[in-house]
């Protein structure tokens, strides 16, 4: 079993839509940060979490400490979204665990 | 300006053989990192160098070794290189306390 499961694994939304993906992980963290990957492979980071909630644009991250849960949050979902989003809880100073990602298409 | 830069972007090579795939960064940040991404799109970490230092050495087999010059590089090297070896490879630098985490654009390796 992974430390960090995302769900769902794959996700499939029309253009408009409110997207949630889901990210539990069993270990203590020091932050998690969730990443974007893009059909022609790079990886970007779109936020590092340790408590609370962070938006930028039409995405918003939450995380809850206690229930040891975050979720990413689009509104207002566009082709262009389209990507693999992965979950990653940072444990020490420099070691990740990784999600199994989430597959995103959202259909024009 | 590239923050961090992995080359070459895609390579493809016969079984076998002895291949590099080299990682730069310019943030000053001080520990790099190599992943490698399966087929399912699972990122698995397989080194990490802070200051010249291997941190962290999952259980890769030893064909592949990291080469680290000075803070700002850290070069894959891949001996003997197999069928099961074709995958993604993403360099990542960050700086401890900080948490940011910057990713290389990737280096797709097929092996034939």
């Known amino acids: 079993k992974n430390e960090v499961e995302q769900s769902p694994q794959n996700l499939t939304a029309q253009e408009g839509e409110f997207i949630t993906i889901n990210c539990s992980y069993s270990?203590?963290?020091?932050?998690l940060h969730w990443l974007q990957q893009h059909p022609g492979g790079g990886i970007v980071s779109l936020f590092m979490?340790?408590?609370g909630k962070k938006k930028h644009g039409r995405l918003i991250a939450t995380i809850n400490i206690q229930e040891k849960h975050s979720s990413l949050h689009i509104t207002a979902s566009h082709p262009r979204d389209s990507a693999v989003y992965i979950c990653?809880?940072?444990?020490?100073?420099?070691?990740?665990?990784f999600g199994t990602g989430t597959s995103l298409t959202v259909i024009p | 300006d590239t923050a961090v830069s992995q080359t070459p972007k895609y390579l493809v090579t016969q079984m076998g053989n002895d291949k590099s795939i080299k990682c730069e960064q310019n943030?000053?940040?001080?520990?790099m990192y190599w992943y490698k991404q399966d087929s399912k799109k699972f990122l698995k970490i397989m080194f990490s160098?802070?200051?010249?230092?291997?941190?962290i050495n999952e259980t890769v087999p030893n064909r592949f070794s990291p080469k680290s010059p000075d803070k700002a590089h850290l070069n894959l090297h891949i001996n003997s290189l197999e069928l099961g070896d074709s995958a993604v490879y993403f360099c990542?630098?960050?700086?401890?306390?900080?948490?940011?985490?910057?990713f290389g654009s990737g280096t797709r390796l097929t092996v034939v």
């Open positions: 270990v203590g963290i020091s932050a």
């Open positions: 979490l340790s408590s």
């Open positions: 160098y802070n200051n010249k230092e291997l941190i």
């Open positions: 990653a809880a940072l444990i020490t100073g420099n070691q990740f665990y």
């Open positions: 990542a630098s960050s700086q401890v306390g900080y948490y940011g985490y910057t």
């Open positions: 943030l000053g940040h001080d520990t």
